[in-house]
């Protein structure tokens, strides 16, 4: 039984110790791609302009949809502007949950879809918004709401758009330059004949080939700690884990597809709307399988989740 | 890259991480307040609305005598100032039992605002606490660890008291009736 301090320090340690890790990752083959990029087009190893290059592109292109990751999210998804009058609930609990965590009252969105899941957009807690699907305004109870939310609240809290965007960042630079490498390097009479030239062909091509893979993977990685950790956050802004466990068996139990969500967009919601994190798919439940899928998916598996929820007083 | 210019490059981090921590504790401080400021505010609305509900109420309630004395003790708490969610928690399950058995009241959009209404004060002045709480803690833990401590001890801030729990008070007191099994006849 840990009390939500502890909780609290041990998810953000869990996520601290991925995203070092993925930073030593980035750059590392950062560092061999540019090398070898700059040797083939250069002939000598100097990455820095590579990754100068890379980053200045994946930047720039990156920017806009982070600084306005809320309004394109919104215009993805079909969601509307959630009227006072009409989802007053919605209103008054993100009101209370607001109160109780010390920020502003994010702009509320609403998907119209049977299905039911939540996100949160935004680049700061001033700028962020929650948006919610009606499938789980009409079925979860007040409490159960309020645990959805508090989710939501803590993402932006905790700056998760913005950390997730400086990941695909990283993750696209280093997509780029593996595929430059590739168009480039193989193309490049300079290092077929020399002793280091082979080395560095060959460190380069399994660099290039297998950089952006593990890159995906890292960010996954971030990405379901991050997901702990909001379950933590939300625990600590309600004090009550048995309302948030039981909204996600509710959860659990709904298969239905969330239509307005597509690959792109699916790590944001509270839980994976194509329901890879479920306990009930049958394709996704094979025993083998299991660990390996399991790091492909951007959501937690919800029974792992409700037991570290269950670990909490 | 000598060794002064290193020196002075930890002696320019030293500063900057000062500075940081100082602003810190500032900010937190007049966040403290403001949550302060903050439940004063919620138990004014509480204040405000429980007078408005009980007479919209009364027309639906008039037999239920217990739930408007309940109703009418709330509405003292509030003038006096002090917290009123203990009187609407104990009102809130007999009322919710008064309209499962009473048709008509079901049906009553009236009842159903009231009852959720009187819960969402409670909550809210639950949810200020919560933040005043949360902020005290933040400030007392990081008065408390190193380095920080240095910062505070150079500037004298002292720790914050944060949310007055009661030491007295009926929750606080077990009766004689609590403490005795009850006998069932089988």
């Known amino acids: 039984m840990q009390n939500i301090y502890e909780s609290s320090v041990n998810s953000r340690r869990k996520s601290n110790y991925i995203v070092a890790g993925f930073s030593v990752f980035a750059l590392v083959a950062s560092y061999f791609l540019a090398s070898a990029l700059s040797y083939y087009l250069f002939g000598f190893y100097d990455g820095l302009f590579a990754i100068g290059l890379a980053l200045l592109i994946t930047g720039l292109s990156s920017f806009g949809s982070y600084y306005y990751s809320d309004k394109i999210i919104v215009g993805i998804s079909g969601a509307r502007r959630a009227d006072e009058h009409e989802f007053k609930l919605f209103y008054q609990v993100i009101d209370n949950l607001s109160l109780g965590s010390n920020i502003h009252r994010p702009a509320l969105y609403v998907i119209d879809d049977t299905a039911m899941n939540a996100f949160a957009a935004g680049r700061d807690p001033d700028h962020s918004l929650v948006c919610s699907t009606t499938g789980l305004l009409a079925n979860l109870n007040r409490s159960e709401l309020e645990a959805v939310f508090a989710h939501e609240l803590t993402h932006i809290k905790n700056y998760d758009t913005r950390l997730m965007s400086l990941a695909a960042v990283m993750v696209g630079s280093i997509t780029l330059m593996a595929d430059w490498l590739l168009r480039i390097g193989l193309r490049s009479r300079r290092g077929k004949d020399s002793g280091a030239g082979i080395i560095t062909l060959v460190i380069g091509i399994l660099a290039a080939l297998l950089a952006p893979v593990i890159g995906q993977l890292l960010q996954l990685a971030i990405s379901r700690s991050r997901e702990y950790m909001a379950d933590v956050g939300s625990v600590k802004i309600t004090r009550q884990p048995s309302s948030l466990i039981s909204a996600l068996t509710i959860i659990d139990h709904d298969l239905e597809r969330l239509e307005a969500a597509n690959k792109s967009t699916a790590h944001l919601y509270f839980t994976n709307p194509f329901h890879q994190d479920s306990s009930f798919k049958a394709e996704f439940n094979r025993p083998g399988l299991d660990w390996f899928a399991g790091l492909f998916n951007t959501h937690p598996p919800i029974s792992d989740r409700i037991k570290a929820l269950s670990q909490m007083s | ?186």
């Open chain 2, 1 to 186: 890259m000598n060794l002064t210019t290193i020196l002075g490059l930890v002696v320019l981090g030293v500063l900057a991480y000062g500075v940081s921590i100082y602003n810190f504790f500032v900010q937190a401080k007049v966040q403290i307040q403001a949550s302060i400021q903050e439940i004063g505010n919620q138990l004014k609305r509480q204040a405000e609305l429980i007078p408005n509900l009980e007479t919209s109420a009364k027309a639906y309630l008039t037999h239920e005598k217990d739930i408007l004395k309940l109703l009418a003790d709330a509405r003292k708490l509030s003038d006096q100032g002090k917290d009123a969610s203990s009187k609407l928690s104990e009102l809130l399950p007999k009322l919710q039992i008064v309209v499962e058995s009473n048709p008509q009241l079901k049906g009553a959009d009236v009842i159903q605002n009231l009852m959720s209404e009187l819960r969402d004060t409670s909550d809210k002045v639950m949810y200020s606490r919560r933040s005043l709480i949360d902020l005290t803690a933040d400030y007392n833990a990081k008065l408390a660890v190193f380095p920080a401590n240095l910062v505070a001890q150079a500037f004298g801030f002292k720790p914050e008291a944060g949310l007055k729990t009661p030491t007295q008070g009926a929750h606080l007191e077990v009766s004689t009736s609590d403490i005795i099994t009850p006998k069932v006849k089988l």
